[in-house]
T-cell receptor, first 113, second 113 residues
Framework: GENVEQHPSTLSVQEGDSAVIKCTYS??????FPWYKQELGKRPQLIID?????GEKKDQRIAVTLNKTAKHFSLHITETQPEDSAVYFC????????????FGQGTELSVKP | DGGITQSPKYLFRKEGQNVTLSCEQN?????MYWYRQDPGQGLRLIYY???????QKGDIAEGYSVSREKKESFPLTVTSAQKNPTAFYLC????????????FGNGTRLTVT
């Protein structure tokens, strides 16, 4: 069936460095790709999203790129800060399956001061 | 997100008992979702519903049941048939439109002994 693969599962960077998390999806009908940040013990919060008709979107230090042909999308965080440490999830919406939204396995990002 | 209420925050049950997790939203969202979160496995979709009186199985529906009698409510019952029910359960909702974001409740942590 359809799925979303996310890599890496853990990522450790120095404060100020960039972090990149990558996801691939299997269903070519997917048309919406959100990214969520989850801090320990809290619910996931949307940080950025992108639609299938857009190749890149930026919001301050965060950017997402989408390659529909290759069916992969990536999250880029620049100038990382310790408060960026959290688990990040990518997701894909399968619009022709009644709005089914499936998530990747998550990436635990650790930003060392 | 104050618009989605999950109760209770912590729930303890004995093995063999059915238990129902509550999810209420006042965001006037049509779509509602239930996810299960286990360490290192991301968010796995249990059931989702696009409209009242209709719902679809997600990727791990076995041992669970839902109802959608009202737009605001989407309760999840964890039955005794669910082999490993101990987990963190997240309810979410989203509005119409392909790029409407998913809003999560604070979750219910269920422990079955």
């Amino acid at each position: 069936g359809e799925n979303v693969e996310q890599h890496p599962s853990t990522l450790s960077v120095q404060e100020g460095d960039s972090a990149v998390i990558k996801c691939t999806y299997s269903d070519s009908a997917s048309n919406y790709f959100p990214w969520y940040k989850q801090e320990l013990g809290k619910r996931p919060q949307l940080i950025i999203d992108i639609r299938s008709n857009v190749g890149e979107k930026k919001d301050q230090r965060i950017a997402v790129t989408l390659n529909k042909t290759a069916k992969h999308f990536s999250l880029h965080i620049t100038e990382t800060q310790p408060e960026d440490s959290a688990v990040y999830f990518c997701a894909a919406l399968l619009y022709n399956q009644g709005g089914k939204l499936i998530f990747g396995q998550g990436t635990e990002l650790s930003v060392k001061p | 997100d104050g618009g989605i209420t999950q109760s209770p925050k912590y729930l303890f049950r004995k093995e063999g008992q059915n238990v129902t997790l509550s999810c209420e939203q006042n965001l006037n969202h049509d779509a509602m979702y239930w996810y299960r979160q286990d360490p290192g496995q991301g968010l796995r979709l249990i059931y989702y519903s696009q409209i009242v009186n209709d719902f679809q199985k997600g990727d791990i529906a076995e041992g669970y049941s839902v109802s959608r009698e009202k737009k605001e409510s989407f309760p999840l019952t964890v039955t005794s048939a669910q082999k490993n029910p101990t987990a963190f359960y997240l309810c979410a909702s989203r509005g119409q439109g392909a790029d409407s974001p998913l809003h999560f409740g604070n979750g219910t942590r269920l422990t079955v002994t």
